[in-house]
């Protein structure tokens, strides 16, 4: 039983020891853009949706919603539909919102749509 013993201790210590301490690498929050969209004029909506997604994808950004079904449970319901843009960051997604690549379809968007966009910030992981 004693060897028993002494063997688990020493395969415990050799298994804790065998890999090199990692690097603490420092967590950042990801960055949401968060957009209700009542679209207004369909047929042009439909171009800032094809010129919007190569910019997001270029820019470190994944639709994590667009569109689909919604269903309110509390207060009032989004006024149409609901697009949640991940960024590796909140300084990432601000960026993309500024860039001068997207600043030049978002009237695509504004002109076609009524819709309250935001960016917030996650949680560090």
């Given at each position: 039983m004693k060897q028993g013993f002494a063997a688990l201790a020493a395969f415990i210590l050799v298994a804790g020891?065998?890999?090199?301490?990692?690097?603490?690498?420092?967590a950042t929050a990801k960055g949401y853009v968060f957009v209700e969209i009542d679209v207004?004029?369909?047929e042009a909506y439909e171009g800032y949706k094809a010129a919007a997604a190569p910019l997001v994808a270029a820019?470190?950004?994944?639709?994590?919603?667009?569109?689909?079904?919604?269903?309110?449970?509390?207060?009032?319901?989004?006024a149409g539909r609901v697009v949640i843009l991940e960024y590796p960051s909140f300084e990432?997604?601000?960026?993309?919102?500024?860039s001068p690549e997207y600043q030049a379809i978002i009237h695509l968007r504004t002109d076609n749509t009524v819709s309250r966009l935001m960016i917030v910030e996650g949680v560090v992981p």
């Open positions: 020891c065998a890999s090199a301490p990692q690097p603490e690498i420092a207004t004029n369909p820019a470190g950004g994944r639709y994590l919603v667009r569109g689909g079904k919604s269903e309110a449970r509390e207060g009032p319901p989004p990432a997604a601000k960026a993309f919102l500024e």
